[in-house]
């Protein structure tokens, strides 16, 4: 039993200390920079009905820099069609793999 304690306990320790190597695949990633920012235009609906708030959207960055996809993460749905719109011609630093990017977007008239 003890022996059995003492091996769970190095297990651990081992684990705590060992290099995660998902961690340091997406650090790069994070760091990766906004080259080109094109900022939403803020829809007149928008404006009538006062609306204001932060789109948020999950983008998927190709090596190149090139928005691929994304993903709407939270926002008002009057806002979000606006923000894609701008996200569509932002532009990354070039990597070597794709990554991911939180983009937040707010609006405010």
């Given at each position: 039993?003890?022996?059995?304690?003492?091996?769970?306990?190095?297990?651990?320790?081992?684990?705590?200390?060992?290099?995660?190597?998902?961690?340091?695949?997406?650090?790069?990633?994070?760091?990766?920079?906004?080259?080109?920012?094109?900022?939403p235009q803020y829809p007149?609906?928008?404006?009538?009905?006062?609306?204001?708030?932060?789109?948020?959207?999950?983008?998927?960055?190709?090596?190149?820099?090139?928005?691929?996809?994304?993903?709407?993460?939270?926002?008002?749905?009057?806002?979000?069609?606006?923000?894609?719109?701008?996200?569509?011609?932002?532009?990354?630093?070039?990597?070597?793999?794709?990554?991911?990017?939180?983009?937040?977007?707010?609006?405010?008239?």
């Amino acid at each position: 039993m003890k022996a059995t304690a003492l091996s769970l306990f190095a297990l651990l320790a081992f684990s705590a200390f060992a290099p995660n190597r998902s961690l340091a695949q997406e650090s790069p990633a994070a760091a990766r920079k906004v080259v080109t920012r094109v900022m939403p235009q803020y829809p007149s609906l928008a404006r009538t009905m006062r609306i204001e708030g932060i789109v948020r959207l999950d983008v998927l960055v190709e090596p190149s820099g090139k928005v691929k996809s994304f993903e709407v993460k939270g926002g008002h749905p009057v806002l979000v069609q606006s923000a894609e719109d701008a996200l569509r011609q932002w532009k990354w630093e070039a990597a070597p793999h794709e990554s991911h990017q939180m983009v937040e977007l707010k609006f405010t008239p």
